[in-house]
């Protein structure tokens, strides 16, 4: 039996970048997708302590994420 070596388990498989699969966000999009949802969850919980100034300022940041990704041609 062989071990794996460092090298291969952090190996990841490689995937065209060219050609999404249908139903799935786009590479240049995910990082303003994933900050969108992340200050979503954050004003949440800022809603449920009672912090409504500080969820304003995280559903800003969301839709500024929203924006950006709409500017690109992102909007489906």
Do not use: D
Request: hydrophobic share 45%; with cysteine; proline share 11%.
């Amino acid at each position: 039996m062989t071990s794996p070596t460092p090298a291969s388990l952090g190996a990841a498989p490689s995937l065209p970048l060219s050609k999404p699969q249908p139903g799935t966000i786009p590479v240049v999009h995910l990082q303003p997708v994933l900050a969108a949802h992340n200050a979503c969850g954050l004003a949440a919980s800022y809603l449920e302590h009672g912090n409504v100034k500080a969820a304003r300022r995280k559903l800003v940041q969301a839709l500024a994420c929203v924006n950006e990704v709409t500017a690109q041609g992102g909007a489906a």
